[in-house]
């Protein structure tokens, strides 16, 4: 199975402060479509996650462009600038390129 | 919008039997994928199975925790995706959650929890 490995685990931030947070995979998630199947959910605080950023660094429909996601083949990067108070929760990185699908183990997003 | 909505849930003993629905509207629930992803408490996510569309002949997929005892079928007349979980363990206990479109659309969850 492809591990996906986040870091750090959890992240204190001042409203207005940027942060990144880093997802490596323990093998490529180039599809042989030639597509990356790598995802960012956000999962508020009692709620089910929503997907924030789809193939690495495309944004949902009503995803601000505070949020951008980057990288290729094992190493990704989703940034958020100038946080706000409903940014915060656990973000997940996922992996839909190989069988079985996978998660990261999350980044807790708390306010300093 | 994409909504999904699960029921279904409650307390069962170890090797019990409990069926969940997830019920679909908002797209074209006959074209898309589905899904089932569960959350243990305080933990993260895992994926459970997947189901794809009638033209790929409804292929399923589980999870190796999960496999030989869960079943996901799907009902297009009725836009309605289930999970048949038998043999359930204490480690099943979770939250489950339908997906579709490449977790891009979730349903609010429905809880399973399994003690003696």
């Known amino acids: 199975d492809v591990v996906m490995t986040q870091t750090p685990p959890s992240l204190s931030v001042a409203i207005g402060q940027s942060v990144s947070i880093s997802c490596k995979s323990s093998?490529?998630?180039?599809?042989?479509?030639?597509?990356?199947?790598l995802h960012w959910l956000l999962q508020s605080s009692g709620r089910s996650p929503k997907r924030l950023i789809y193939q690495v660094s495309n944004l949902d429909s009503g995803v601000p462009d505070r949020f951008s996601g980057t990288g290729s083949q094992k190493d990704f990067t989703l940034k958020i600038s100038r946080v706000e108070a409903k940014d915060l929760g656990v973000y997940y990185c996922a992996q839909t390129t190989h069988f079985p699908w996978t998660f990261g183990g999350g980044t807790k997003l708390e306010l300093k | 919008a994409v909504q999904l909505v699960e029921s279904g849930g409650g307390l069962v003993q170890p090797k019990e039997s409990l069926k969940i629905s997830c019920a679909a509207s908002?797209?074209?629930?006959?074209?898309?994928?589905m899904y089932w992803v569960r959350q243990a408490p305080g933990k993260g996510l895992e994926w459970v199975a997947r189901i794809r569309t009638k033209p790929n002949n409804y292929a399923t997929y589980y999870a190796d925790s999960v496999k030989g005892r869960f079943t996901i079928s799907r009902d297009d007349s009725k836009s309605m995706v289930y999970l048949q979980m038998d043999n359930l363990k204490t480690e099943d206990t979770a939250m489950y959650y339908c997906?579709?479109?490449?977790?891009?659309?979730w349903g609010q969850g429905v809880m399973v929890t399994v003690s003696s």
């Open positions: 908002g797209f074209t629930f006959s074209n898309a994928a």
């Open positions: 093998q490529s998630l180039v599809y042989s479509d030639g597509k990356t199947y």
């Open positions: 997906t579709a479109g490449g977790f891009g659309g």
